[in-house]
């Protein structure tokens, strides 16, 4: 069954400190995996896209990387800013299907 | 450019009743997506649409309906509301098929009493 994973489920930061998130999926075949940061009553908003051959993307201050042999993600938040309190959904796409499977997302807060 | 627009922003219907959201993607995208996303089941794949036609479908019952315009603008209607069916229903727009990008509207909030 396709799956994705996130952990933790919520997470509680001091602003300036790094942080990172994960994500394990079992979907297959594997297409793309995406972050999305999604803030409270808004849509997500995508971070980084990476397909199989990608280890690493950045995006500012978020870096994602790609294991796909173990089928592991992760997002690393560096110098955390207040702006970055949101939920952090992990979406991955199968090549044999046009449908996304989400994770059902890390809730970050940074506190000053 | 312009964004994906969902609209209304806002809605409260009573059990029973029946709501159409629209959503009108970014222009020159073909595709069109709608997802549930509720507090404890994370985003719920409902539908896609693509040049009109339906390509793909979620496992939402049978009163969860969609269509397509020829200007690619999307409605969904849900039919005899339940509670449970309170939530953010976001619609999600992209140039093809759902391996590319897809930019995200603000979502419609519905609550249903």
């Known amino acids: 069954k396709n799956q994705v994973e996130q952990s933790p489920q919520s997470l509680i930061i001091l602003e300036g400190k790094n942080c990172t998130l994960q994500?394990?999926?079992?979907?297959?075949?594997?297409?793309?995996l995406r972050w999305y940061k999604q803030d409270t009553g808004r849509g997500p908003v995508s971070l980084t896209i990476?397909?199989?051959?990608?280890n690493t993307k950045s995006n500012g201050r978020y870096t994602a990387t790609l294991d796909a042999d173990t089928k592991q993600s992760s997002l690393h938040i560096t110098a955390s800013q207040l702006s970055d309190s949101a939920s952090y959904i992990c979406?991955?796409?199968?090549?044999?299907?046009?449908?996304?499977?989400f994770g059902t997302g890390t809730r970050l807060q940074v506190f000053p | 450019k312009a964004g994906v627009t969902q609209t209304p922003r806002y809605l409260i219907k009573t059990r029973g009743q029946q709501v159409t959201l629209s959503c009108s993607p970014i222009?020159?995208?073909?595709?069109v997506s709608w997802y549930q996303q509720t507090p404890g089941q994370g985003l719920q794949f409902l539908f896609e649409?693509?040049?009109?036609?339906?390509?793909n479908k979620g496992n939402f019952p049978g009163r969860f309906s969609g269509r397509q315009f020829s200007n690619s603008r999307s409605e969904m209607n849900v039919s005899t509301l339940e509670l449970g069916d309170s939530a953010l229903y976001l619609c999600?727009?992209?140039?093809?098929?759902?391996?590319?990008?897809?930019?995200f509207g603000q979502g419609t909030r519905l609550t249903v009493v």
């Open positions: 222009s020159g995208h073909r595709s």
């Open positions: 990476m397909t199989f051959s990608e």
């Open positions: 999600a727009s992209s140039t093809g098929p759902t391996n590319t990008e897809a930019f």
């Open positions: 649409y693509f040049s009109e036609t339906q390509r």
């Open positions: 979406v991955v796409s199968a090549s044999n299907t046009d449908k996304l499977i």
């Open positions: 994500c394990n999926y079992t979907v297959s075949p594997f297409s793309n």
